[in-house]
């Protein structure tokens, strides 16, 4: 199983005369969880950088956990994955140089920022399985990063944006499907608040080689859907079982109809014939799952 990506920042508070009172232990809460992109996509090569905001409030630190997989429900085993569609293939290890760190610029806030006396700096962990470092906007303290750059601040009432920056992206090496992001929300006291969100890290698909030929009165709509390829000897693969939407839009129309569907082959290949009067354009789409993304052939004119 692959390790969690963790990511963890420990802050500690700077005292000013014009600092406001720290809220209430009680008022320790983790309001959202959000993930940019909220739906990555992944193909045969490059990667996907996350951004990740904690909206909490009453907390001295914060951390977060990015792991594949759903949260376990009540009454799951620890690390289960209910509703986890089938998936025959085996994920990729990475190549051996995937995990070397690779610094990420942070967007400074002034041009000479000034640490105030007393004020720790955030600890700036390893992410294991990804690799690489993670920076956040850190509230109340100007704090700063490995490289020196400031961390900026982002406040909002008493609501304060954790930004977690992880440097080492998402690829096709790393499990597709459902991931988790757990939050964790640390206040002076000790106490903590947990929320967590998910998003579907997907791998690319493509259709290529549509081809739409009138046949008499019938319309025949062939082409190959493909996938990156799951073991990652090549760029894609052919992906077989998969129901395709033959679709048509009539001359004039800005409307796309779903007018038939197709299964692919072994070899990913379809084939639909459709009876339509009139002429327009034609396209073939795949709707896509929690594992691979959708796609939408070029439109062909008949």
Do not use: C
């Not at 293939?89 to 990475?94: A, M």
């Not at 070397?100 to 920022?113: D, K, R, T």
């Not at 720790?120 to 509230?139: D, F, I, N």
């Amino acid at each position: 199983m692959m390790r969690p990506l963790l990511a963890t920042l420990v802050l500690a508070t700077a005292t000013t005369a014009a600092a406001a009172p720290a809220p209430a232990s009680g008022d320790l809460a983790v309001r959202s969880v959000e993930v940019r992109p909220s739906d990555p996509v992944v193909g045969p090569s490059g990667s996907v950088r996350l951004v990740v905001d904690v909206v909490a409030r009453g907390a001295d630190r914060v951390s977060v956990v990015l792991e594949p997989g759903r949260a376990p429900s009540e009454g799951d085993e620890p690390g289960g994955d209910p509703g986890k569609e089938p998936e025959p293939d085996v994920t990729p290890s990475p190549p051996s140089g995937d995990a070397v760190p690779v610094p990420v610029p942070v967007p400074s806030a002034s041009p000479n920022p000034v640490v105030p006396p007393g004020a720790a700096l955030p600890a700036t962990v390893p992410l294991p399985g990804l690799g690489g470092l993670a920076s956040a906007a850190m509230p109340r303290v100007m704090g700063a990063s490995r490289d020196g750059r400031p961390v900026r601040r982002i406040s909002s009432g008493e609501w304060e944006t954790w930004r977690f920056l992880p440097d080492k992206p998402l690829s096709r090496w790393y499990p597709n499907g459902p991931w988790t992001v757990t939050a964790t929300a640390v206040n002076a006291q000790g106490e903590r608040a947990v929320a967590r969100g998910e998003f579907n890290l997907r791998r690319a698909t493509e259709i290529e080689g549509l081809k739409v030929v009138r046949d008499g009165d019938d319309v025949r709509v062939t082409g190959t859907l493909l996938r990156v390829d799951p073991v990652g000897k090549v760029d894609y693969r052919p992906f077989a079982g998969q129901r395709v939407r033959i679709q048509f839009r009539p001359a004039g129309s800005s409307h796309w109809k779903t007018v038939e569907e197709a299964v692919t082959r072994r070899d990913g290949w379809f084939s639909a014939r459709v009876r339509v009067d009139g002429e327009g354009a034609w396209r073939a789409e795949y709707p896509g799952t929690s594992r691979y993304a959708a796609d939408a052939s070029p439109r062909r004119e008949v």
